[in-house]
Nanobody, 123 residues
Framework: QVQLVESGGGLVQAGDSLRLSCATS????????MGWFRQAPGKEREFVAR????????YYADSVRGRFTLSRDNAKNTLYLQIDSLKPEDTAVYYC????????????????WGQGTQVTVSS
């Protein structure tokens, strides 16, 4: 089993930055692809970004590319999502997830999920 716990969310103003963290425990996730998704009120959960386990290559959704930066520290078993130039449309619950599928970008490809952290951006 893999446990994922997100943190770092909060209420911020447009233009601010946040760094979300996802602490992992239980079974090692070094070889897993780690991803972030977000779900705004009344909307489907959408893919934000992923990072592969071994090489650490990243991939971002078009809507966040250039403002979001994903990284992982395998020694600390932690995943980070740096969010810059926050916009009101970034308001959502952000979820961390782990997948055995290297190129996973859809929800069903992820095996483990955290409980989410709320990000609210005021204009």
């Amino acid at each position: 089993q893999v446990q994922l716990v997100e943190s770092g969310g909060g209420l911020v103003q447009a233009g601010d930055s946040l760094r979300l963290s996802c602490a992992t425990s239980g079974r090692t996730v070094r070889g897993y692809t780690m991803g972030w998704f977000r779900q705004a009120p009344g909307k489907e959960r959408e893919f934000v970004a992923r990072i592969t386990g071994i090489v650490g290559s990243t991939y971002y959704a078009d809507s966040v590319r250039g403002r979001f930066t994903l990284s992982r520290d395998n020694a600390k078993n932690t995943l980070y999502l740096q969010i810059d130039s926050l916009k009101p449309e970034d308001t959502a619950v952000y979820y961390c997830a782990a997948s055995r599928n290297t190129l996973a970008t859809i929800r069903s490809e992820y095996d483990y999920w955290g409980q989410g952290t709320q990000v609210t951006v005021s204009s």
